[in-house]
């Protein structure tokens, strides 16, 4: 069953679009990330969501009723969503558990449902035994943990976030993410996340929207993005990536520094001459002595060694198969070639996505 339906949404700011034509379906209990580099629209689009901004064309439906229109807009208040904004701020002057309750208090809910509610959802948030805790005397985490045990307690039928982690320090970011989710599965509450962190969307979400100068470039699971990104956008924003350009001559693919047969690739006739195919670094084998023969349909291209960089847990490899072309390839730590060396990357059509050019 569909619960949130935005169809066809734009915003203007002055004339100029912020958001353009956004179409997302979001189910009951599904969790939403809109992803894409500073400035592409996604605050803006949640901003529509929560009701703060009207939209300029399309509507914002949730369970069949219209929340937004250009004529009309149902205010944030009776959309029973609940906002965490970048800058959250918790109220100085209450302890943690007047902090959650206070959304409570204010519905008139009775005295002993609001102690009950506190106490679950400061469990969840493992803030139990710093419930009468000011903010003052919490870490940043901690903090973060209390907007959030805020925003959840009112059980509002969705939940949206924008960015909230951007304040906190990388190795904070990294644990609230998996906080971030484990809430949403015991609440199991629609979230709609807003993010410019890939790994962030990738982490939390059952679906991301990738966004790109206020338009969708792909809406899909972190899976399908990853590994058949339809775009250019995509496939370099979602992880490294080679992006070779190639042409089509008859049956076979010209690399420009190598060749494959066009009959390894499905898909293809839609895209034209020109294309680009998406090859991440860590899909591509490489050895140093000439391999024997192909057992799993992949293709062997020789290549110079141009670059090395070591990081511990993996080498990174820029090779030269031809032309002015230059592949980046990541091994294992112990897969150790000399700048100059000739090695054989073990390339298989299966890991290339083609991208019209
Ligand atoms: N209130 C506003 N007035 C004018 N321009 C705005 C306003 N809000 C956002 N914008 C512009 O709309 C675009 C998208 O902004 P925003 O939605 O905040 O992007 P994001 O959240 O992805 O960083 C930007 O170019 C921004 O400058
Ligand atoms: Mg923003």
């Known amino acids: 069953m569909i619960r949130l339906a935005i169809r066809n949404v734009g915003k203007d700011f002055g004339g100029v679009p912020a958001v353009r034509d956004f179409s997302l379906d979001i189910a ?18 949640l901003r529509m969501i929560a009701g703060f901004i009207a939209p300029s064309r399309g509507t914002i439906e949730l369970n069949g009723k219209v929340l937004s229109s250009p004529s009309a807009s149902l205010p944030p208040e009776k959309r029973g969503m609940s906002m965490i904004f970048q800058s959250y701020a918790i109220w100085p002057h ?7 309750g206070f959304g409570l208090k204010l519905r008139h809910l009775a005295a002993n449902e609001i102690t009950r509610r506190i106490e679950e959802v400061l469990a969840v948030v493992r803030l139990s035994n710093l419930s009468t ?7 940043g985490g901690q903090q973060q943990r209390v907007a959030l045990a805020r925003a959840v307690v009112i059980q509002p039928e969705i939940l949206l976030l924008d960015e909230p982690l ?8 990294e644990e609230m993410r998996f906080e971030i989710r484990r809430l949403h599965d015991e609440f199991k509450m629609t979230t709609v996340y807003v993010t410019h962190d890939q790994s962030e969307a990738m982490v939390t979400s059952d679906q991301i929207v ?6 969708v470039e792909q809406i899909d699971s972190p899976y399908a993005l990853y590994n058949k990104p339809r775009t250019r956008f995509v496939a370099s924003f979602i992880g490294r990536t080679n992006l070779l350009p190639a042409t089509r001559a008859g049956e076979k693919i010209d690399f420009h520094g190598f060749t494959l047969p066009a009959d390894q690739f499905d898909g293809l006739d839609d895209l034209g001459s020109e294309l680009r195919f998406s090859l991440r670094p860590q899909s591509i084998h490489i050895t140093r002595s000439q391999p024997g023969s192909s057992a799993k349909g992949e293709f062997w291209v020789p290549g110079k060694v141009l670059k090395r960089s070591y ?3 993996r080498w990174d490899y820029a090779i030269n198969p031809g032309g002015d ?8 730590p112990a897969q150790r070639c000399e700048i100059g ?11 290339m996505v083609a991208i019209s050019a």
Not at 94 to 100: C, F, G, L
Not at 166 to 173: G, I, P, V
Not at 341 to 351: K, L
């Open 28 to 45: 009951a209990g599904e969790f939403v990330s809109l992803l894409g580099p500073s400035g592409c629209g996604k605050t803006t689009m």
């Open 94 to 100: 209450m302890t943690v558990a007047e902090n959650v």
């Open 133 to 139: 805790r000011y903010p003052a005397e919490l870490s």
């Open 166 to 173: 951007s304040n906190l320090d990388a190795n904070l970011r």
């Open 210 to 215: 990738v966004m790109n100068q206020g338009a």
């Open 311 to 313: 990081f511990g847990d």
């Open 325 to 332: 072309l230059s592949v980046q390839v990541s091994t294992e």
């Open 341 to 351: 060396e000739t090695v054989w990357m073990a390339i298989n059509p299966r890991d």
